[in-house]
């Protein structure tokens, strides 16, 4: 480091003019401060020191009336600053010194006992700096702090913002136009968590808008069966529970017949005798594609149908148009034009259990791992199930290298892991891996290498099928919820000239593409690969995709291969955690870390928070062994609080970053971070040593900070708190006619209570941003005893409230509970259940990890990118906020899918209701209403 | 003299009322390496406090030249300022709130002001700085044109101005009296401090007569083993012993070194809900040498070691008692040698041995369970679970690969657990011509009644009665041909990973617990032990004849003795493997009884929701249907039947896939009989049932006493009646388990291990945790155990002030010795019911306010959670043996009455008679009038299925206002638990 020249104080020199005032100074500093004295064998020489043997400053005094003010200088000066001790501040008059001293009352009282003059700042009830002058006239003064730079602030509060209507634009009208149809439904292609919320959410969306639905079973095999076996009319209480279900309850097979045009024509004929006239199909490209050419063919089939007589001309007018809508289900992601298939999270999520399932044993025997997971064409899984545990090396279909190159890498990099002390090995390997020249690359292979060029112990598991299993996480429950309502819409909107569509999700909107593009788009991949024009079939997965796997890249070898910046670009990069705990914490400081360290930045972590950092100098670098399976860990390795910037003491922060020389900072959490940020951000002014890249990743259950429209961990706590109503509500069901008041967390925001309605079928959910009338409880009473009312006995019919911990003061959880008991008067019963802390989730979810981790990155580039651009305001004395310095204090966020930086002054000046902590614009409302449409809640 | 209330030096100010001096001066510190780290300009609009600012000055900038200290080089190839905490000598010489190996480092304030200033400018006198490189400051000087000042000052090597004229100093002392430093060196790189040769050889003197005790573990890894060896160490510590870890199985032993490490009582913090094992097991080729075992026993005695505590499978222990054996030859040997000490072949003549069984097989004889094999099914029916949507949307069928290579428990016992169709294990091979043909009719029959999906388990070391392996191709190729889309999956080694479940990490416990006592205990006389457990109760067997019999099984294999085989394994497995039959194979007609002897057996839920609910139904209803009986379901309790005379007859296709649902499909709750005991009676009679299952907590168990009771008024209760117990609480009389308790504890140490992490993260937060179980203690003291809970507080142990004190002492201790470090996250667990007075939230209370800001609490209540989701395997397998057992349980009454040729006809067919003018039960038969065993509580106790009266349960055996059993099995688990966290050596102290 740059070692700086001046390394301590040795000692004060101060020259008496004569020997009385030498004796009067040698009495003050021994009898009113303490000093003792060292003897020495020159009489006009004494040395003063604190303690004997320390390194204290001492102060050595002289007779020296060649260098001493003149007794009259030093008179004329005491007495002009005792004239001016209420009206002036000494320390702008005189230079001086400053000791510390740990108790300035008692030494305020020691000094006025002796009759030196006193003044006290910043006032005399509790001070934190006392000046006084010595015999000689020096102004000596003295420090109630350890640390010059402390200040320990506490009294100041952000102003008060003016509050806004919380609802953004309506779009509830286009919800309820009503338009009759009868709609088909049927899942199809291979079967993925998801398709029974989905199925659901059609049934229910398209009986809210008065249609009648009908469930197909077993795919267009029941299609061309027909009759009432397959083809079902399906009601309102038929879908209840199916939220929790995984697979698909109408089932789904392959069918020859429906190739053949006579099967499609006998599909045909069912359809319009049930009266169908709409059908959604949720399922694979293959079966998408199945369902186009059914419609493009339609007008003909029922030609064909007249003319034989099967149908009646009548019919044959009703039914001239065949309305489509397809929607992506399959775990392997594989769809062109969406961001998540229905069913992809939750593979992803099966794979990370089971690879944290095997990481236990490899860890024991300091084995290696070959997992298989699925993805014939499509590396996603395979990609983000790498991303999320950390895994050595990935083997994926769109990135094939020759045979030689994938080997050596691995091994390269797998030894030098191992080298540094990692105990187990992970190889991940997509079913469609190959090499460059299209050679399939198998399990088997894969262990060879390892076994023969590392000696390693090495196992190959198959995950197989237990991927496509199981209940759907919440991001599929939800979208997949979402989906089937915008299906409903589709086809209620569609006429014979809109190309059939295929509801999406772009940039976390739910939207409508042309099926047959999409499915076009998707099977260029497979062609690109074919072809070995590998760069196209990359190019043609979204950007997240590529992103990803730069990143998964440049996390694993990390720390193994030379840095990629050149020494001078390299930084020093702070990390620390700031509020309660949520998931993905971890993985961020991993993923930052190990990020860093193969662009040649020096991580830190700040551990426990800032007060640990202001207290303690609680910094340490990362070494890379140390932080190896965070990625997958729960809460907080590095510790964290909700101590705030300001109340930890401002000065000391700044102190200690000055000292390490961070060149950036990176902060981690949720409204208590991104209060921090504000505070660095204000406090720039006084200390240079903030003007560095501040970035905060979002990351709270809550999901309350400006700037972004997810934060890590909700996906985690959804995920947690949806299982935890899963249980509760399979208890209220089976005791029957009970009803759940369930408190969620998540301080004045109603994001987790909100979508938790949506992904468990919570009846009701009460949000803070809405607040609970009277009016609208009781309305939520009623319906609620109508609808026991409706099923007597029959089973599932526990019933969920979800509450937000703050939706109301009075109305808290025991209340609500307590009136809905005495307002069913013996018919149903309420009771409460309050999870607490446990939706903070053990295990983060996949996709906390892997947003984790490139948020991470993000945060880290960030900093390269602005960093030297701040050195320019760092030493600069007459400091001004200009946009430029204020523009690198940002919160990283997600809107709409992008990632995005915005400046921490404009969200918090303008778009942050700070006393309420959450944001201003609420963008979740038309999840509200969708929720209420299929619980069938009637909302004021 | 005052007392001395100044210590250093905390800053130099320097004052100008010239702007461009000021600048000028900032500039000449900043060349000199000074950093300006606050700046302050008085124009600006600014709410920040002015802590150390003058209120009249118009600018000020404070220097900061950082303290030398302690560097790194990094790969960046830069040196940077080590982070304090990772300093040499931080640990020890941090506490002292000062730092070796950092200097002071200097603060200057500059400050602009508009006054006047006093022209004195030897004022405050001179200021003498210390560096340390001299040298260098002086040549910097020169380069930015600074005077350089001779000094007439002792100490001082020259003085210089700065722009503002305040003249500075400098020296090579850091103060008066240290030494003269002239390199920053000093402070850059410091000398490790080396510990004195003295203390330690002290230490170790002080040490020496305590036990040593090396642990390690060995084989295949299995959830579990990390609670054992925490088990140990602790248990270990607190009977005054040190334990040492193993690293890497035996090869620790022989390599030494730093693979033998003590363990002390944190360093094993966390460890319960950790999977595999964190101390390794390898395969040790050199152990197997002679020479190995030689240097694993010189290892040991130069080390002080003369215990084992081995957890492995059956190879690992006996590798491990051979080693006992060949001690004394290998200890004299090394004396030979001249290697050891005449000394310490004195003290070290005897190896101990304690063996734990650590299998997820389950594969080892003489104890009726391995610490892992439990997890591992809970594993499988997990994955299985997932696999069963798939099946039942595509209508295909699975073939499930389950391990066990020898042993095929996990393979029946998964079967049993997820409703398999079909299982191939060792013990029970298949005749070689026919399985295939019997495989298809069981499958086929299966679809017939409806069912759209099928799941066969295969057991690795699958065999035909020839010994042909069967392989799951083999039989995927079977399904095929019935026109089955099939498809395999091998499950692998994700049934050996994750957290060990509830019972793994009890058993893991109180086993290493004895294993501590076992090695205090032995003499060379005695064998080497293994733990065992038998009958729920923690046994010691002979470790080389449990071995031995656990070879005769692959032996008898071999020689095609499978009933030997069979036999070998615990009771329990046969018992199960038939269980297994009667649901899944029997239902071909064959086993249908005479028109005559065929029943109607009712099913009701009573009290609140369990997990295991719907599996024992299942059971109980295919067991029945399998035998020709009728099945009714009563819905939604005793209510329901009273107010809507609700039943419902279950078939096949109703139930077939309850085994892996929570709740109750028929729906239960609270009524009892007794609200109109006539109704009931009324639809007993209408459906003519033969017997009654009732299925429940405390509820169902007081219902069962209420008709048993009102049988003298209503005759038609004269029906052979059973409680199956299932409550989360374990609270009913007669039995030591209920259904749906294991799924609760799953559970809750699933919510715990969350809870605890959300504690650990925020460092420094104690949770106090409210578990159900009314006013029984079980689910609290065993939650207590199984998450390393450092209090847990039940009803029958009462709290007083002086308990709680003690456990905030506790805890006040545990947080000091862990100083901030990871895995610290504290719980309490306390029983909704402990104490009227000491309320969860007052508890939390205390501890807040204990705390004193060092540490904070928090409730957390799980509440109905904590009946579960899905059952666990636990209680799925339970469920089927203990639903069987009261089907058969009601036809051997119905059977006694048909039979009882001392019962009239009238009176076989009204199931009553008059003895001395008193109805009595025909059920009973004339004989037992008074102990009427046909209203009974069905039960484990011990590993004995138990049917006890209800009537002698409720009159002699039951805790009425505390609505539990009197008898508190559960005692010794708090006992181990307070050992482990800590607490007992507080109380004993």
């Given at each position: 480091?740059?070692?700086?020249?001046?390394?301590?104080?040795?000692?004060?020199?101060?020259?008496?003019?004569?020997?009385?005032?030498?004796?009067?100074?040698?009495?003050?500093?021994?009898?009113?401060?303490?000093?003792?004295?060292?003897?020495?064998?020159?009489?006009?020489?004494?040395?003063?020191?604190?303690?004997?043997?320390?390194?204290?400053?001492?102060?050595?005094?002289?007779?020296?009336?060649?260098?001493?003010?003149?007794?009259?200088?030093?008179?004329?000066?005491?007495?002009?600053?005792?004239?001016?001790?209420?009206?002036?501040?000494?320390?702008?008059?005189?230079?001086?010194?400053?000791?510390?001293?740990?108790?300035?009352?008692?030494?305020?009282?020691?000094?006025?006992?002796?009759?030196?003059?006193?003044?006290?700042?910043?006032?005399?009830?509790?001070?934190?700096?006392?000046?006084?002058?010595?015999?000689?006239?020096?102004?000596?003064?003295?420090?109630?702090?350890?640390?010059?730079?402390?200040?320990?602030?506490?009294?100041?509060?952000?102003?008060?913002?003016?509050?806004?209507?919380?609802?953004?634009?309506?779009?509830?009208?286009?919800?309820?136009?009503?338009?009759?149809?009868?709609?088909?439904?049927?899942?199809?292609?291979?079967?993925?968590?998801?398709?029974?919320?989905?199925?659901?959410?059609?049934?229910?969306?398209?009986?809210?808008?008065?249609?009648?639905?009908?469930?197909?079973?077993?795919?267009?095999?029941?299609?061309?069966?027909?009759?009432?076996?397959?083809?079902?009319?399906?009601?309102?209480?038929?879908?209840?529970?199916?939220?929790?279900?995984?697979?698909?309850?109408?089932?789904?097979?392959?069918?020859?017949?429906?190739?053949?045009?006579?099967?499609?024509?006998?599909?045909?004929?069912?359809?319009?005798?049930?009266?169908?006239?709409?059908?959604?199909?949720?399922?694979?490209?293959?079966?998408?594609?199945?369902?186009?050419?059914?419609?493009?063919?339609?007008?003909?089939?029922?030609?064909?149908?007249?003319?034989?007589?099967?149908?009646?001309?009548?019919?044959?007018?009703?039914?001239?148009?065949?309305?489509?809508?397809?929607?992506?289900?399959?775990?392997?992601?594989?769809?062109?034009?969406?961001?998540?298939?229905?069913?992809?999270?939750?593979?992803?999520?099966?794979?990370?259990?089971?690879?944290?399932?095997?990481?236990?044993?490899?860890?024991?025997?300091?084995?290696?791992?070959?997992?298989?997971?699925?993805?014939?064409?499509?590396?996603?899984?395979?990609?983000?199930?790498?991303?999320?545990?950390?895994?050595?090396?990935?083997?994926?279909?769109?990135?094939?290298?020759?045979?030689?190159?994938?080997?050596?890498?691995?091994?390269?990099?797998?030894?030098?892991?191992?080298?540094?002390?990692?105990?187990?090995?992970?190889?991940?390997?997509?079913?469609?891996?190959?090499?460059?020249?299209?050679?399939?690359?198998?399990?088997?292979?894969?262990?060879?290498?390892?076994?023969?060029?590392?000696?390693?112990?090495?196992?190959?598991?198959?995950?197989?099928?237990?991927?496509?299993?199981?209940?759907?996480?919440?991001?599929?429950?939800?979208?997949?919820?979402?989906?089937?309502?915008?299906?409903?819409?589709?086809?209620?909107?569609?006429?014979?000239?809109?190309?059939?569509?295929?509801?999406?999700?772009?940039?976390?909107?739910?939207?409508?593409?042309?099926?047959?593009?999409?499915?076009?788009?998707?099977?260029?991949?497979?062609?690109?690969?074919?072809?070995?024009?590998?760069?196209?079939?990359?190019?043609?997965?979204?950007?997240?995709?590529?992103?990803?796997?730069?990143?998964?890249?440049?996390?694993?070898?990390?720390?193994?291969?030379?840095?990629?910046?050149?020494?001078?670009?390299?930084?020093?990069?702070?990390?620390?955690?700031?509020?309660?705990?949520?998931?993905?914490?971890?993985?961020?400081?991993?993923?930052?870390?190990?990020?860093?360290?193969?662009?040649?930045?020096?991580?830190?972590?700040?551990?426990?928070?800032?007060?640990?950092?202001?207290?303690?100098?609680?910094?340490?670098?990362?070494?890379?062994?140390?932080?190896?399976?965070?990625?997958?860990?729960?809460?907080?390795?590095?510790?964290?609080?909700?101590?705030?910037?300001?109340?930890?003491?401002?000065?000391?922060?700044?102190?200690?970053?000055?000292?390490?020389?961070?060149?950036?900072?990176?902060?981690?959490?949720?409204?208590?971070?991104?209060?921090?940020?504000?505070?660095?951000?204000?406090?720039?002014?006084?200390?240079?040593?903030?003007?560095?890249?501040?970035?905060?990743?979002?990351?709270?259950?809550?999901?309350?900070?400006?700037?972004?429209?997810?934060?890590?961990?909700?996906?985690?706590?959804?995920?947690?708190?949806?299982?935890?109503?899963?249980?509760?509500?399979?208890?209220?069901?089976?005791?029957?006619?009970?009803?759940?008041?369930?408190?969620?967390?998540?301080?004045?925001?109603?994001?987790?209570?909100?979508?938790?309605?949506?992904?468990?079928?919570?009846?009701?959910?009460?949000?803070?941003?809405?607040?609970?009338?009277?009016?609208?409880?009781?309305?939520?009473?009623?319906?609620?005893?109508?609808?026991?009312?409706?099923?007597?006995?029959?089973?599932?019919?526990?019933?969920?409230?979800?509450?937000?911990?703050?939706?109301?003061?009075?109305?808290?959880?025991?209340?609500?509970?307590?009136?809905?008991?005495?307002?069913?008067?013996?018919?149903?019963?309420?009771?409460?259940?309050?999870?607490?802390?446990?939706?903070?989730?053990?295990?983060?979810?996949?996709?906390?990890?892997?947003?984790?981790?490139?948020?991470?990155?993000?945060?880290?580039?960030?900093?390269?990118?602005?960093?030297?651009?701040?050195?320019?305001?760092?030493?600069?004395?007459?400091?001004?906020?200009?946009?430029?310095?204020?523009?690198?204090?940002?919160?990283?966020?997600?809107?709409?899918?992008?990632?995005?930086?915005?400046?921490?002054?404009?969200?918090?000046?303008?778009?942050?209701?700070?006393?309420?902590?959450?944001?201003?614009?609420?963008?979740?409302?038309?999840?509200?209403?969708?929720?209420?449409?299929?619980?069938?809640?009637?909302?004021? | 003299?005052?007392?001395?209330?100044?210590?250093?030096?905390?800053?130099?100010?320097?004052?100008?009322?010239?702007?461009?001096?000021?600048?000028?001066?900032?500039?000449?510190?900043?060349?000199?390496?000074?950093?300006?780290?606050?700046?302050?300009?008085?124009?600006?609009?600014?709410?920040?406090?002015?802590?150390?600012?003058?209120?009249?000055?118009?600018?000020?900038?404070?220097?900061?030249?950082?303290?030398?200290?302690?560097?790194?080089?990094?790969?960046?190839?830069?040196?940077?300022?080590?982070?304090?905490?990772?300093?040499?000598?931080?640990?020890?010489?941090?506490?002292?709130?000062?730092?070796?190996?950092?200097?002071?480092?200097?603060?200057?304030?500059?400050?602009?002001?508009?006054?006047?200033?006093?022209?004195?400018?030897?004022?405050?006198?001179?200021?003498?700085?210390?560096?340390?490189?001299?040298?260098?400051?002086?040549?910097?000087?020169?380069?930015?044109?600074?005077?350089?000042?001779?000094?007439?000052?002792?100490?001082?090597?020259?003085?210089?101005?700065?722009?503002?004229?305040?003249?500075?100093?400098?020296?090579?002392?850091?103060?008066?009296?240290?030494?003269?430093?002239?390199?920053?060196?000093?402070?850059?790189?410091?000398?490790?401090?080396?510990?004195?040769?003295?203390?330690?050889?002290?230490?170790?003197?002080?040490?020496?007569?305590?036990?040593?005790?090396?642990?390690?573990?060995?084989?295949?890894?299995?959830?579990?083993?990390?609670?054992?060896?925490?088990?140990?160490?602790?248990?270990?510590?607190?009977?005054?012993?040190?334990?040492?870890?193993?690293?890497?199985?035996?090869?620790?032993?022989?390599?030494?070194?730093?693979?033998?490490?003590?363990?002390?009582?944190?360093?094993?913090?966390?460890?319960?809900?950790?999977?595999?094992?964190?101390?390794?097991?390898?395969?040790?080729?050199?152990?197997?040498?002679?020479?190995?075992?030689?240097?694993?026993?010189?290892?040991?005695?130069?080390?002080?070691?003369?215990?084992?505590?081995?957890?492995?499978?059956?190879?690992?222990?006996?590798?491990?008692?051979?080693?006992?054996?060949?001690?004394?030859?290998?200890?004299?040997?090394?004396?030979?040698?001249?290697?050891?000490?005449?000394?310490?072949?004195?003290?070290?003549?005897?190896?101990?041995?304690?063996?734990?069984?650590?299998?997820?097989?389950?594969?080892?004889?003489?104890?009726?369970?391995?610490?892992?094999?439990?997890?591992?099914?809970?594993?499988?029916?997990?994955?299985?679970?997932?696999?069963?949507?798939?099946?039942?949307?595509?209508?295909?069928?699975?073939?499930?690969?389950?391990?066990?290579?020898?042993?095929?428990?996990?393979?029946?016992?998964?079967?049993?657990?997820?409703?398999?169709?079909?299982?191939?294990?060792?013990?029970?091979?298949?005749?070689?011509?026919?399985?295939?043909?019997?495989?298809?009719?069981?499958?086929?029959?299966?679809?017939?009644?409806?069912?759209?999906?099928?799941?066969?388990?295969?057991?690795?070391?699958?065999?035909?009665?020839?010994?042909?392996?069967?392989?799951?191709?083999?039989?995927?190729?079977?399904?095929?041909?019935?026109?089955?889309?099939?498809?395999?999956?091998?499950?692998?080694?994700?049934?050996?990973?994750?957290?060990?479940?509830?019972?793994?990490?009890?058993?893991?416990?109180?086993?290493?617990?004895?294993?501590?006592?076992?090695?205090?205990?032995?003499?060379?006389?005695?064998?080497?032990?293994?733990?065992?457990?038998?009958?729920?109760?923690?046994?010691?067997?002979?470790?080389?004849?449990?071995?031995?019999?656990?070879?005769?099984?692959?032996?008898?294999?071999?020689?095609?003795?499978?009933?030997?085989?069979?036999?070998?394994?615990?009771?329990?497995?046969?018992?199960?493997?038939?269980?297994?039959?009667?649901?899944?194979?029997?239902?071909?007609?064959?086993?249908?009884?005479?028109?005559?002897?065929?029943?109607?057996?009712?099913?009701?839920?009573?009290?609140?929701?369990?997990?295991?609910?719907?599996?024992?139904?299942?059971?109980?209803?295919?067991?029945?249907?399998?035998?020709?009986?009728?099945?009714?379901?009563?819905?939604?309790?005793?209510?329901?039947?009273?107010?809507?005379?609700?039943?419902?007859?279950?078939?096949?296709?109703?139930?077939?896939?309850?085994?892996?649902?929570?709740?109750?499909?028929?729906?239960?709750?609270?009524?009892?009989?007794?609200?109109?005991?006539?109704?009931?009676?009324?639809?007993?009679?209408?459906?003519?049932?033969?017997?009654?299952?009732?299925?429940?907590g405390f509820e169902a168990f007081t219902a069962l006493y209420q008709l048993d009771a009102a049988r003298a008024q209503y005759p038609i209760f004269n029906i052979p009646m059973c409680c199956l117990p299932a409550t989360v609480s374990n609270n009913v009389p007669g039995t030591e388990y209920s259904l749906g308790s294991d799924t609760c504890l799953n559970t809750l140490s699933g919510y715990c291990d969350a809870v605890k992490q959300s504690a650990s993260a925020s460092r420094r937060r104690t949770f106090v945790v409210e578990v159900q179980g009314g006013y029984?203690?079980?689910?609290?003291?065993?939650?207590?155990?199984?998450?390393?809970?450092?209090?847990?507080?039940?009803?029958?142990?009462?709290?007083?002030?002086?308990?709680?004190?003690?456990?905030?002492?506790?805890?006040?201790?545990?947080?000091?010795?862990?100083?901030?470090?990871?895995?610290?996250?504290?719980?309490?667990?306390?029983?909704?019911?402990?104490?009227?007075?000491?309320?969860?939230?007052?508890?939390?209370?205390?501890?807040?306010?204990?705390?004193?800001?060092?540490?904070?609490?928090?409730?957390?209540?799980?509440?109905?959670?904590?009946?579960?989701?899905?059952?666990?395997?636990?209680?799925?397998?339970?469920?089927?043996?203990?639903?069987?057992?009261?089907?058969?349980?009601?036809?051997?009454?119905?059977?006694?009455?048909?039979?009882?040729?001392?019962?009239?006809?009238?009176?076989?067919?009204?199931?009553?008679?008059?003895?001395?003018?008193?109805?009595?039960?025909?059920?009973?038969?004339?004989?037992?009038?008074?102990?009427?065993?046909?209203?009974?509580?069905?039960?484990?106790?011990?590993?004995?299925?138990?049917?006890?009266?209800?009537?002698?349960?409720?009159?002699?055996?039951?805790?009425?206002?505390?609505?539990?059993?009197?008898?508190?099995?559960?005692?010794?688990?708090?006992?181990?638990?307070?050992?482990?966290?800590?607490?007992?050596?507080?109380?004993?102290?």
């Open positions: 480091p740059d070692a700086s020249l001046f390394n301590g104080t040795s000692f004060i020199t101060l020259f008496a003019p004569n020997i009385s005032l030498f004796q009067a100074s040698i009495d003050f500093y021994t009898d009113r401060l303490g000093f003792a004295i060292k003897e020495t064998s020159n009489q006009k020489l004494v040395w003063l020191q604190l303690e004997e043997d320390s390194n204290n400053v001492s102060i050595q005094l002289l007779l020296d009336p060649e260098h001493a003010a003149s007794v009259s200088q030093i008179d004329q000066n005491i007495r002009n600053l005792t004239r001016s001790l209420y009206r002036k501040d000494w320390r702008s008059i005189q230079s001086n010194i400053a000791f510390k001293s740990s108790s300035l009352s008692k030494l305020v009282k020691l000094l006025k006992d002796g009759g030196h003059p006193v003044q006290q700042s910043p006032n005399e009830i509790s001070p934190f700096e006392v000046y006084t002058l010595d015999p000689l006239g020096s102004l000596i003064g003295f420090s109630g702090f350890k640390n010059p730079f402390a200040v320990n602030e506490r009294s100041l509060l952000p102003k008060v913002s003016e509050e806004k209507a919380y609802r953004t634009e309506d779009d509830s009208e286009k919800l309820f136009t009503p338009i009759r149809k009868t709609i088909g439904v049927m899942t199809s292609g291979g079967d993925s968590p998801g398709m029974n919320p989905f199925v659901r959410a059609v049934v229910r969306a398209g009986i809210y808008k008065g249609c009648k639905v009908f469930c197909i079973h077993e795919g267009y095999e029941g299609l061309v069966r027909g009759g009432e076996k397959y083809i079902k009319e399906t009601q309102w209480h038929d879908v209840r529970g199916w939220l929790v279900e995984g697979g698909t309850n109408i089932g789904t097979a392959r069918c020859k017949e429906f190739r053949e045009r006579s099967g499609r024509l006998k599909a045909c004929k069912n359809m319009i005798d049930m009266g169908i006239d709409a059908l959604i199909v949720c399922g694979g490209d293959g079966s998408l594609t199945g369902a186009d050419r059914f419609r493009s063919e339609w007008p003909s089939l029922i030609e064909e149908l007249l003319q034989t007589e099967r149908i009646s001309q009548q019919q044959f007018e009703t039914y001239q148009n065949l309305n489509i809508c397809g929607a992506v289900g399959s775990i392997d992601n594989d769809m062109s034009s969406t961001d998540a298939t229905i069913g992809a999270f939750s593979s992803l999520d099966r794979i990370c259990r089971a690879i944290d399932y095997i990481d236990a044993t490899a860890n024991s025997h300091s084995r290696a791992f070959i997992v298989e997971v699925m993805g014939r064409h499509c590396g996603w899984l395979g990609l983000l199930a790498g991303l999320a545990t950390s895994a050595d090396y990935i083997l994926i279909p769109e990135k094939p290298a020759s045979s030689r190159e994938w080997q050596d890498q691995m091994c390269d990099i797998v030894s030098k892991h191992r080298a540094r002390g990692k105990r187990k090995t992970i190889v991940i390997v997509a079913e469609g891996a190959i090499s460059n020249d299209l050679s399939p690359i198998s399990c088997d292979q894969v262990k060879d290498v390892l076994v023969n060029r590392l000696g390693l112990d090495t196992r190959v598991t198959t995950l197989g099928h237990v991927q496509r299993g199981g209940t759907a996480v919440a991001f599929d429950r939800i979208y997949a919820t979402l989906q089937g309502v915008e299906a409903v819409n589709a086809v209620l909107e569609c006429n014979a000239d809109t190309p059939s569509p295929m509801i999406a999700i772009k940039e976390d909107q739910i939207t409508r593409v042309p099926l047959v593009d999409a499915v076009e788009l998707t099977q260029q991949v497979a062609k690109s690969i074919e072809s070995r024009n590998f760069k196209r079939a990359i190019s043609l997965r979204d950007s997240e995709f590529v992103e990803h796997m730069k990143n998964f890249i440049s996390t694993n070898s990390a720390d193994h291969v030379p840095p990629s910046l050149p020494l001078e670009k390299r930084k020093k990069v702070a990390i620390i955690n700031v509020g309660a705990p949520a998931g993905g914490m971890n993985s961020a400081v991993y993923s930052m870390a190990t990020y860093c360290m193969s662009r040649g930045h020096v991580p830190y972590a700040i551990h426990n928070g800032f007060s640990g950092l202001a207290r303690h100098e609680s910094v340490r670098s990362i070494n890379w062994l140390d932080i190896e399976g965070w990625g997958s860990l729960g809460g907080s390795e590095i510790g964290t609080n909700r101590t705030l910037p300001n109340d930890a003491d401002i000065g000391m922060i700044a102190y200690f970053f000055e000292k390490y020389g961070f060149d950036g900072l990176i902060l981690v959490g949720g409204f208590e971070a991104f209060i921090s940020l504000h505070q660095l951000e204000r406090a720039r002014i006084n200390y240079p040593s903030l003007r560095i890249p501040l970035v905060l990743i979002p990351a709270t259950i809550s999901n309350n900070v400006p700037g972004t429209e997810y934060s890590l961990g909700s996906d985690t706590c959804l995920n947690s708190f949806m299982e935890y109503c899963d249980v509760i509500k399979q208890s209220a069901a089976a005791t029957r006619n009970r009803v759940f008041v369930v408190e969620v967390q998540g301080g004045n925001s109603g994001y987790i209570a909100t979508h938790a309605q949506l992904a468990c079928g919570a009846q009701i959910s009460y949000v803070p941003e809405e607040g609970i009338s009277l009016a609208q409880l009781e309305m939520d009473i009623n319906s609620l005893k109508e609808s026991f009312a409706n099923d007597q006995g029959k089973t599932k019919s526990g019933r969920l409230i979800l509450k937000s911990e703050n939706a109301s003061k009075v109305l808290t959880t025991e209340v609500i509970s307590t009136i809905i008991d005495d307002e069913a008067s013996g018919r149903f019963d309420s009771k409460t259940a309050i999870p607490g802390h446990v939706q903070q989730g053990g295990i983060p979810s996949p996709m906390d990890r892997v947003r984790a981790s490139r948020f991470a990155i993000r945060a880290v580039s960030f900093i390269e990118k602005h960093s030297d651009k701040c050195q320019a305001f760092k030493n600069s004395i007459s400091f001004r906020q200009t946009d430029e310095i204020t523009s690198t204090a940002v919160v990283l966020g997600i809107h709409k899918s992008q990632l995005r930086f915005t400046p921490i002054r404009q969200l918090y000046d303008f778009e942050s209701d700070v006393p309420r902590r959450m944001r201003k614009n609420i963008f979740w409302s038309n999840v509200r209403e969708i929720s209420d449409m299929l619980s069938g809640r009637t909302s004021l | 003299m005052p007392e001395p209330s100044i210590s250093a030096l905390s800053f130099t100010s320097f004052v100008t009322n010239d702007d461009k001096l000021f600048e000028e001066t900032f500039n000449f510190y900043t060349k000199l390496g000074f950093h300006a780290t606050r700046s302050y300009v008085k124009d600006n609009r600014s709410d920040f406090e002015l802590t150390g600012i003058s209120t009249d000055s118009i600018k000020e900038i404070w220097l900061e030249s950082f303290p030398l200290s302690e560097v790194v080089e990094t790969s960046a190839g830069r040196e940077l300022r080590k982070p304090l905490q990772e300093s040499v000598g931080y640990q020890s010489e941090a506490l002292l709130g000062y730092s070796p190996y950092q200097s002071d480092g200097v603060v200057i304030k500059l400050r602009l002001s508009n006054h006047d200033l006093q022209k004195n400018k030897d004022l405050p006198g001179e200021v003498t700085f210390f560096t340390a490189s001299i040298d260098k400051l002086r040549a910097k000087l020169i380069e930015i044109g600074a005077e350089i000042i001779p000094s007439e000052i002792d100490l001082v090597e020259f003085s210089t101005k700065d722009p503002m004229g305040d003249v500075i100093s400098f020296s090579s002392y850091p103060s008066l009296s240290s030494k003269k430093i002239t390199s920053p060196d000093f402070f850059l790189h410091p000398k490790k401090e080396v510990r004195s040769q003295e203390s330690i050889v002290e230490q170790v003197k002080s040490e020496e007569g305590k036990k040593k005790i090396a642990i390690i573990t060995s084989g295949g890894d299995a959830p579990g083993m990390n609670a054992a060896v925490r088990a140990v160490t602790r248990a270990g510590i607190f009977y005054g012993c040190k334990v040492y870890a193993c690293y890497e199985g035996y090869t620790g032993l022989v390599k030494g070194g730093d693979m033998l490490k003590e363990l002390q009582w944190q360093d094993v913090r966390g460890l319960l809900s950790i999977g595999g094992t964190i101390i390794g097991t390898a395969r040790s080729k050199e152990f197997r040498e002679r020479w190995g075992r030689l240097q694993a026993c010189y290892n040991m005695v130069s080390n002080g070691i003369d215990a084992l505590v081995v957890c492995g499978g059956d190879g690992s222990l006996t590798g491990a008692d051979l080693f006992r054996n060949e001690w004394p030859e290998l200890i004299k040997e090394l004396l030979g040698e001249g290697k050891i000490t005449k000394e310490q072949y004195e003290t070290h003549r005897n190896l101990t041995i304690v063996g734990l069984v650590g299998s997820i097989d389950n594969d080892m004889c003489g104890t009726d369970s391995t610490i892992g094999a439990y997890s591992s099914l809970e594993r499988i029916i997990e994955l299985v679970d997932y696999i069963d949507a798939t099946a039942a949307s595509h209508s295909r069928a699975f073939v499930v690969e389950v391990m066990g290579r020898h042993c095929g428990w996990l393979g029946l016992m998964s079967g049993i657990a997820t409703g398999a169709d079909y299982i191939f294990i060792p013990e029970r091979p298949p005749s070689e011509t026919n399985w295939k043909d019997d495989l298809k009719k069981v499958c086929l029959r299966h679809r017939e009644k409806g069912r759209r999906k099928t799941t066969v388990i295969v057991a690795e070391g699958a065999i035909d009665d020839q010994l042909n392996p069967i392989t799951s191709e083999e039989v995927k190729d079977v399904l095929v041909e019935i026109g089955l889309d099939t498809r395999i999956t091998r499950l692998g080694h994700v049934q050996r990973g994750g957290a060990p479940c509830a019972f793994d990490r009890f058993l893991a416990t109180v086993q290493g617990v004895d294993a501590v006592r076992a090695v205090l205990e032995s003499t060379p006389a005695i064998p080497s032990p293994v733990i065992s457990i038998l009958e729920n109760k923690i046994v010691r067997q002979p470790l080389v004849e449990s071995v031995a019999q656990t070879k005769t099984v692959s032996d008898a294999i071999e020689a095609k003795d499978f009933d030997k085989a069979l036999k070998l394994r615990d009771q329990e497995f046969a018992t199960s493997y038939e269980s297994f039959l009667s649901v899944s194979k029997y239902d071909d007609g064959s086993y249908l009884v005479p028109e005559s002897s065929r029943l109607n057996i009712a099913i009701i839920h009573v009290g609140a929701p369990t997990s295991a609910l719907n599996p024992a139904t299942r059971v109980a209803t295919l067991n029945s249907l399998a035998k020709g009986h009728r099945v009714f379901a009563i819905r939604n309790g005793f209510a329901g039947l009273i107010r809507h005379g609700a039943v419902r007859e279950l078939n096949w296709i109703d139930v077939e896939d309850w085994h892996n649902t929570g709740g109750s499909e028929i729906g239960t709750n609270r009524s009892l009989p007794s609200d109109d005991m006539g109704t009931v009676a009324y639809y007993f009679q209408q459906y003519k049932f033969d017997g009654l299952i009732i299925i429940g029984s203690g079980y689910l609290a003291s065993y939650a207590g155990l199984i998450t390393g809970a450092l209090a847990v507080y039940t009803p029958e142990n009462p709290i007083n002030l002086q308990t709680v004190q003690e456990d905030i002492e506790l805890l006040t201790r545990t947080y000091e010795e862990d100083d901030g470090k990871n895995r610290s996250g504290k719980i309490f667990i306390h029983n909704e019911k402990a104490s009227k007075v000491y309320t969860t939230d007052l508890i939390a209370a205390i501890i807040g306010e204990a705390g004193k800001g060092r540490f904070e609490s928090r409730t957390a209540v799980p509440g109905h959670v904590q009946q579960g989701k899905s059952p666990s395997s636990i209680d799925r397998v339970n469920a089927c043996r203990l639903a069987i057992k009261c089907c058969n349980f009601i036809e051997d009454a119905n059977f006694q009455v048909k039979h009882n040729a001392n019962l009239s006809a009238d009176e076989r067919h009204l199931r009553f008679f008059y003895d001395d003018g008193v109805k009595t039960s025909a059920v009973s038969g004339k004989s037992s009038v008074i102990d009427d065993n046909t209203s009974v509580v069905i039960g484990i106790q011990g590993s004995e299925v138990t049917f006890t009266p209800v009537k002698q349960l409720w009159e002699k055996e039951t805790h009425h206002k505390w609505r539990k059993g009197k008898n508190v099995h559960w005692e010794q688990l708090n006992i181990v638990s307070d050992l482990l966290s800590g607490r007992l050596s507080i109380r004993t102290t």
